[in-house]
């Protein structure tokens, strides 16, 4: 995947570099340097996305200091390369863009020769065959930075654009307000990745205390990283108001003109950066605790929402200036978002109510099975399936896991069991928008995989949903059972059985449902209700909940008789 999109992004800018300047806005006068770098730098786009992408995969195979080093060797050699090619070669501009072509390279080299040395998989052939549900699964996981960084560049190139036109009319001209501020936003970029760095290490953190019920160390987690990230934006926006001129001058000097917008730009553009903070470490939190859809759009409030309506706005009315007070209107309305959602969700922590709707365990087990097997049952909520699996385990006498099961998970993993029941069988779509690395969902995901597996080799049993089918797909030893029923039967057992109002219980049937077909289909890649999933589909209506429970029981017999044979 990496290889052909490098390969089309590399032809698409050596063909199209002239228009795409134009879009990203630039000016006729910076356009040849553009060019001359451009022309250069775009040659090494398959080599620093291919190092890229084998550089996570590196990681992930246990071994982040060779990940680390490669990258490292490339940055090194880059900042070496760069004045030797231009000013002893000569070369200008296009001598940088050569230095971080070779440098690429290097990083490039160091990684593909891993790929011999990997230790947890053997890379064949067939690997490298497309399949469309592996690409939609990559996909859905790197969308969260695809859509930060398209964000980042969709900002940038409309800033230019406002910046060149109104700057053209300035006695700044249009060049120096979009190289200032190009600079700027660099700046700003660097210390972001230090306030992330912070607030996504603690991420974990907080996520694990919150699923474990452990509300104060949740508060106190998140207080500090607000602590430490308001003194790194505090000495910054210090540095920001009173050296400003010396902190351009790191990026080269220029004349009077170029250094009074630079102070300009970096006293007003970055005037509420401390509050920026703010919002960074709300997106972190409510990722953490599992609330997607408001860390969504916390993380697109400021860059999109707010902070593009702001430069066309305050572009017309004041000019060049106009653009630079779009920066601090941008992170006072994010962290005003922020801070009120920040405080809502404080105050409600610990006081959400779910009521379980497990059935406990307390099956005794006098195994009437001469043979070892395993039945697991899926089911639309509300078709009874629990209560079937529940009379399935009695009559055979084998064990029945519900309840059970969310407490071996709950003591394995330090989490509440209301907190594993309410997030082991959901997977809210917007979490794949703005993740960082494996939610607390996907944990429960991997340990449930594993204990099913053990319960599997260890005995006889009955298991309820948790994709049970699809963890032991391979064994011959299990029956794959899925129970559905029509929406009246399901409305009227949610209402006797669950206490949900009568008008509410088909919405509520319905989002269950969404929800589980939605988990199924992330962690499987296949459909909930497709009927090749299962060696038994049934409709409970048909004979009732207990003679269905008898049907299933004759059939398991058959089967087990088969396995003697």
């Not at 910076?30 to 890229?52: C, H, Q, R, S």
């Amino acid at each position: 995947m990496t290889t052909i999109i490098s390969i089309i992004l590399c032809v698409t800018s050596l063909v199209f570099l002239p228009q795409l300047l134009n879009i990203f806005g630039c000016t006729d006068v910076l356009k040849d340097y553009a060019l001359e770098y451009g022309y250069v730098i775009a040659i090494g786009f398959p080599f620093v996305m291919i190092a890229t992408a084998l550089s996570s995969i590196i990681r992930a195979d246990g071994n982040p200091r060779y990940s680390m080093i490669s990258m490292v060797t490339g940055a090194v050699l880059n900042i070496i390369l760069d004045p030797i090619f231009i000013f002893v070669f000569k070369m200008g501009i296009s001598g940088a863009a050569w230095a971080t072509v070779i440098s690429q390279l290097a990083t490039f080299i160091l990684n593909i020769a891993y790929m011999k040395r990997f230790k947890t998989i053997k890379l064949t052939k067939e690997d490298f065959k497309l399949k469309f549900s592996i690409i939609r699964r990559i996909t859905m996981l790197g969308i969260s930075s695809l859509i930060s960084l398209a964000s980042a560049v969709v900002v940038m190139s409309i800033q230019n654009n406002l910046l060149a036109k109104y700057g053209e009319n300035s006695r700044f001209g249009a060049e120096i307000p979009i190289t200032v501020l190009g600079i700027v936003m660099k700046i700003t970029q660097i210390l972001n990745s230090i306030i992330l760095g912070v607030a996504t290490g603690a991420q974990p953190i907080m996520g694990y205390n919150y699923g474990a019920e452990k509300y104060d160390r949740v508060k106190s987690t998140l207080k500090l990283v607000l602590k430490v990230n308001f003194v790194i934006a505090t000495i910054a926006f210090i540095l920001f108001q009173t050296i400003p001129e010396q902190l351009i001058s790191i990026f080269g000097k220029g004349d009077e003109l170029y250094t009074e917008f630079a102070c300009i730009a970096f006293r007003i553009y970055l005037l509420l950066y401390i509050l920026s903070t703010v919002q960074l470490a709300a997106g972190i939190f409510f990722q953490s605790i599992g609330k997607s859809i408001k860390s969504a759009w916390i993380s697109l409030s400021r860059q999109i929402i707010i902070l593009i309506p702001a430069m066309f706005i305050l572009g017309k009315f004041f000019g060049v200036e106009g653009i630079l007070y779009s920066g601090p209107v941008g992170d006072g309305v994010a962290f005003l978002l922020s801070a009120i959602l920040i405080v809502i969700d404080l105050k409600k922590l610990g006081k959400e109510k779910y009521q379980s709707s497990s059935l406990i365990d307390d099956t005794s087990t006098n195994n009437k099975l001469s043979k070892h097997l395993v039945i697991t049952i899926a089911r639309e909520y509300g078709s009874g399936g629990r209560y079937i699996g529940r009379l399935i385990a009695d009559k055979l006498g084998i064990k029945f896991y519900d309840k059970d099961f969310i407490k071996k998970i709950a003591e394995k993993t330090g989490l509440t069991e209301e907190y594993v029941e309410k997030n082991e069988q959901s997977k809210n779509t917007l979490s794949a928008l703005n993740s960082t690395g494996l939610t607390n969902q996907d944990e429960l995901f991997i340990n449930e995989s594993r204990e099913i597996e053990e319960l599997a080799n260890k005995e006889s049993c009955v298991i309820i949903g948790r994709c049970a089918d699809f963890v032991l797909k391979d064994r011959n030893d299990v029956i794959k059972i899925f129970v559905y029923s029509n929406i009246k039967d399901k409305i009227n057992r949610a209402t006797k059985f669950y206490g949900i109002d009568k008008e509410k219980a088909e919405k509520e049937i319905k989002n269950v449902d969404k929800s589980r077909a939605k988990h199924y289909k992330y962690y499987t890649e296949r459909e909930w209700k497709d009927y090749s999933n299962y060696d038994i589909c049934i409709n409970s209506d048909l004979l009732g909940v207990e003679k269905v429970a008898d049907l299933i029981c004759e059939m398991i017999k058959q089967k087990e008789a088969i396995l003697k044979t």
